[in-house]
């Protein structure tokens, strides 16, 4: 939704792409939260929470 769509250029500047999103994968929930928090700058716990979730369903969805 349009409250997330600020994150989008941090995820820009930080070179974050499919290969990335997918190497994430193998990382703990913590660790993830961690990066998208302080790296990513996601201020909002439940922000951070929300993107892990979208994330998770892009990790488990059957490939192309």
Do not use: C
Not at 39 to 58: N, P, T, Y
Request: cysteine-free; glycine content about 8%; overall charge negative.
């Amino acid at each position: 939704g349009a409250a997330y769509s600020v994150y989008q250029q941090a995820f820009v500047d930080n070179g974050i792409d499919g290969t990335m999103l997918a190497d994430w994968r193998g990382q703990s929930e913590e660790d993830t939260l961690r990066t998208l928090t302080t790296d990513l700058a996601i201020a909002s716990s439940l922000h951070g929470k929300r993107v892990l979730l979208e994330l998770k369903k892009l990790w488990n969805r059957p490939p192309a």
